[in-house]
């Protein structure tokens, strides 16, 4: 249980365009889905927090306007990188919590998707 | 605000022995979780190991287990009969109830034949 996809995991687009990255939850319900950007050899770094029926809270120094979340539903959430630029290029990450009680709340997380701006 | 640290950028051990990744974190609350994560070259996230704040016993799942010490603010993972399949990047991460989750920086972990 507790299986978290992501869609696509490779995505090679031309500078200017938008891109699409879908977050699932496949075996449970989320309330609270996260996504993360990773560069190379570096840890995790938390873009947004996406609440479903709500706006998305953003980290500081993260565009809300250039990366665009919607969580429409319980099991999806999802990423939109606004007319992307090489700078986007990276490693994107999401997660979906589990469990409203101390003993089962954890993260589990997505395989990822790589996104390389031309 | 809640910092982890990772002092360990790399490590390597042979197969077969135990080694011990170091996570020193700080925060003022008392209600929390600790996690260990394993990223290996997939980049897929695979939750290895959870301790309740709350809890004195230290959590163990099979050859994995932690040594947690509240009072010094320190989670550290031991991993015992190291395999070649453990090879990966091992991410410390904190959460607080009903939030987000903050990582250390990784420890880089080789299992050697």
């Known amino acids: 249980g507790a299986v978290v996809s992501q869609h696509p995991s490779w995505v090679i687009c031309k500078s200017g365009t938008s891109v699409k990255i879908e977050c699932r939850s496949l075996d449970f319900q989320a309330t609270t889905m996260f996504w993360y950007r990773q560069f190379p050899k570096q840890s995790l770094m938390l873009m947004a927090t996406?609440?479903?029926?709500?706006?998305?809270?953003?980290e500081q120094g993260v565009e809300k306007d250039k990366f665009l979340i919607n969580h429409a539903s319980l099991t999806l959430s999802t990423l939109t990188v606004t007319s992307a630029h090489p700078e986007d290029s990276s490693f994107y990450i999401c997660s979906a919590r589990i469990g409203t009680h101390s003993y089962q709340e954890t993260q589990y997380f997505g395989p990822g998707t790589r996104l390389l701006v031309l | 605000a809640q910092t982890v640290t990772q002092s360990q950028p790399e490590m390597s051990v042979q197969e077969a022995e135990t080694v011990t990744l170091s996570c020193t974190y700080d925060t003022s609350e008392n209600n929390y979780y600790l996690f260990w994560y394993k990223q290996p070259p997939s980049r897929q996230m695979i939750l290895v190991i959870r301790?309740?704040?709350?809890?004195?016993q230290n959590a163990t799942e099979n050859r994995f287990s932690v040594n947690f010490q509240k009072a010094a603010k320190s989670f550290s993972l031991k991993i015992s009969d190291s395999q070649l399949g453990d090879t990966a990047m091992y991410f410390c991460a904190f959460m607080k109830h009903n939030n987000d989750m903050r990582f250390g920086a990784g420890t880089r972990l080789t299992v050697k034949p």
């Open positions: 996406s609440n479903e029926g709500s706006k998305a809270t953003y």
């Open positions: 301790q309740e704040a709350y809890k004195q």
